[in-house]
């Protein structure tokens, strides 16, 4: 499956962004999605995961609360909104998707394919 990330953009502290991530190539149900995020000189981080139905989810604790995932099969496509933006939410943020893991896996590795990636940057 290949994934286009966008939605990224210059934002001000307390501000909101949506992310979409459209899928092509496969059968999008079959897949687990998620969210990571990388700032410079920082190890890419798990956001948030979404079960293949939509009906479960997980974020890290840093954005729970502000970050929603959700998705839509029926458009191939998974967002995360994120609300209440701070300086610290700065970093570019991919998409992933993968088959075999649970939707609360925080390991990049076992996601398979991946987005190329939508800078977010909140100013203060």
């Known amino acids: 499956v290949q994934l286009q990330a966008s939605g990224g953009g210059l934002v001000q502290s307390g501000g909101s962004l949506r992310l979409s991530c459209v899928a092509s190539g496969r059968n999008f149900t079959d897949y687990v999605a998620g969210w990571f995020r990388q700032a410079p000189g920082k190890e890419r981080e798990f956001v948030c995961g979404?079960?293949?139905?939509?009906?479960?989810?997980e974020c890290t604790d840093a954005v729970k609360g502000r970050f929603t995932i959700s998705r839509e099969n029926s458009r191939n496509t998974a967002y995360l909104q994120m609300d209440s933006l701070n300086s610290e939410d700065t970093a570019m943020y991919y998409c992933?998707?993968?088959?075999?893991?649970?939707?609360?896996?925080?390991?990049?590795?076992?996601?398979?394919?991946w987005g190329q990636g939508t800078q977010v940057t909140v100013s203060s």
């Open positions: 979404i079960s293949w139905n939509g009906r479960f989810t």
């Open positions: 992933a998707a993968g088959k075999l893991l649970h939707y609360s896996d925080r390991r990049p590795s076992s996601y398979e394919h």
